[in-house]
């Protein structure tokens, strides 16, 4: 990886100054860059050894006994089948603006137009989750589930992809996203596979799901922000996190909302809002400038 050009902060000045300065500066900028990459590709070759050496999970079977199971309009699990369609608002909502690459005001929505094609996938993958996920819930058993698991797995490593294009390298991110939607769809597959096998593994694809978030968290962490409203990812992981919440006391909400929701399909919602804070976000933002009105987070720096 080379190292990143010194933006001219004050124009004329970078060409004043002595050549030794400028290539130490270089050095040491490529140095910095290098070891924070290297962590993050430790960290995901650890989760990924974790998944290897950890005893195979299984999928408990009791997990497709979900709270609400009433059926209305002759469809079975109602509400659970039909808060799917969450997804496919949020998902082609982020798709078709992407798809625009443009803001309200005509200006590019993305500095490098190699990053739009991370969000792309990802939004698609929550678009087609509304399908999987309506089509688990209808009559749920694992070998439905993998068409629920199978865009959720898409998206979270289309997401690394993006992350990584915007913070790391739009061409970078560009190069990692086809093997990693493949990464994460094999995940799902193997799975499925191991169970038919007799000795069911689970683990690849919470690897896929714990690993991306831990990327995705070290990503923004290490590396500068090319855009404003970073904070918004915060509250799509929070939303997120909530939706997990949600999930995993889906009849103690059941129960407590005296049978009008269920935590299952709250999760659903939630999840989809998260979505929506995700595009909220890319709408918002603007490249971060300096005074002179150049963006900090222009290609050529992150190349």
């Known amino acids: 990886m080379g190292a990143a050009p010194i933006p001219d902060l004050c124009p004329g000045a970078l060409a004043r100054m002595p050549t030794d300065i400028v290539q130490q500066a270089s050095k040491g900028d490529r140095f910095g860059r290098e070891a924070r990459v290297a962590a993050v590709c430790l960290a995901a070759i650890a989760v990924a050894l974790a998944a290897w050496l950890v005893p195979p999970i299984a999928q408990p079977e009791g997990y497709h006994a979900f709270a609400d199971q009433r059926s209305m309009l002759g469809i079975p699990n109602f509400l659970d089948v039909v808060s799917s369609l969450a997804f496919l608002i949020a998902g082609g909502s982020g798709l078709l603006w992407v798809a625009r690459g443009t803001r309200a005001d005509g200006s590019p929505a993305f500095l490098d137009s190699s990053e739009r094609w991370g969000w792309g996938v990802a939004f698609a993958a929550v678009a087609l989750t509304c399908v999987g996920s309506g089509y688990y819930h209808w009559a749920p058993d694992s070998p439905r589930l993998v068409w629920d698991r199978l865009p959720m ?3 979270f490593m289309s997401m690394v992809a993006a992350i990584t294009s915007e ?3 739009p061409k970078a991110g560009l190069r990692l996203l086809v093997p990693l939607v493949a990464l994460g769809a094999a995940s799902v597959w193997y799975w499925r596979w191991s169970a038919a096998a007799g000795a069911e593994n689970l683990n690849p694809y919470g690897a896929v799901q ?15 922000a090319p855009y404003t409203r ?12 909530l939706a997990k919440v949600a999930e995993h006391f889906d009849g103690a909400i059941f129960s407590a909302s005296g049978g009008l929701l269920s935590g299952h399909t709250l999760k659903h919602l939630l999840a989809a809002a998260a979505v929506f804070w995700l595009l ?8 971060i400038s300096d005074a002179a009105g150049r963006s900090h987070a222009s290609p050529q720096l992150r190349q």
Do not use: C, E, K
Request: hydrophobic residues 60%; positive net charge; glycine residues 8%.
């Open 153 to 155: 797995a898409v998206g």
């Open 167 to 169: 913070r790391v390298n």
């Open 280 to 287: 909220r976000m890319l709408i918002r933002r603007r490249p």
């Open 230 to 241: 970073s904070a918004d990812l915060l509250g799509a992981a929070i939303l997120y996190a």
């Open 210 to 224: 714990f690993g991306s978030t831990l990327v995705i968290v070290l990503l923004v962490t290490l590396f500068q």
